[in-house]
């Protein structure tokens, strides 16, 4: 079966250090991959894609995608409170319509 | 611009009792439709996603059912709740196999 794997956390982080989320994937062929934010109570909101190997950057946001390694990391520059909440990783795995969701990941900022 | 309606947004119902959840994406045509679950402190559960009209794929077998009557339309229901039928029901859209998933507002579904 084809999973995505997250460690559940919580990871605590300080204001304004960087955090750093691990996923790995099950899958070789797996084609793209998202990082979505969940604050309690609300729905998923997607925050990155990425679909190459390499480094993709969206302002405090870098995703980054390793392949060969089969994982995906998102780091948030300059962690604010308000980065507080459970970061799912997802994977769309070859010849699905469907992603796959990890578990999630609950980031806590400390003020 | 794209946008999903989600309704209602919370909703308590006695065990036995039917159910019928309706979302509705607009600024689209043809869209991927789903349908996930949200247990208390876990993960997303797909229930059911849709590619067309009247094209459901069910993900789990439960006491749940999905029907897309319109090709923006995607409607959850149960003849009869179960306690365990209780959590976040979460609707979702993508125009692509290759894109992602963007997500109603949710349901909060309590079953008592």
């Known amino acids: 079966q084809k999973e995505v794997e997250q460690n559940s956390g919580p990871l605590s982080v300080p204001e304004g250090a960087i955090a750093s989320l691990n996923c790995t994937y099950s899958d070789r062929v797996s084609q793209s991959f998202f990082w979505y934010r969940q604050y309690s109570g609300k729905s998923p909101e997607l925050i990155m894609s990425i679909y190459s190997n390499g480094d993709k950057e969206d302002g405090r946001f870098t995703a980054q995608l390793n392949k060969a390694s089969q994982y995906v990391s998102l780091l948030i520059r300059d962690s604010q409170p308000s980065d507080s909440a459970t970061y799912l990783c997802a994977a769309l795995f070859f010849g699905n319509e469907k992603l796959t969701f990890g578990t999630g990941t609950r980031l806590t900022i400390i003020p | 611009s794209q946008t999903i309606h989600q309704w209602p947004a919370t909703l308590v119902q006695p065990v036995g009792s039917p159910l019928s959840l309706e979302c509705t994406v607009e600024g689209t045509s043809n869209p991927n439709l789903y349908w996930y679950r949200q247990a208390a402190g876990r993960g997303l559960q797909l229930l059911f996603y849709s590619v067309g009209i009247g094209q459901i794929s069910s993900e789990v077998p439960q006491n749940l059912s999905a029907s897309r009557p319109q090709d923006r339309q995607f409607i959850l229901s149960s003849k009869k709740l179960l306690l365990s039928d209780s959590g976040f029901y979460l609707c979702?859209?993508?125009?692509?196999?290759?894109?992602?998933?963007?997500f109603g507002n949710g349901t909060r579904l309590t079953v008592t």
């Open positions: 979702a859209w993508s125009q692509q196999i290759n894109s992602p998933l963007h």
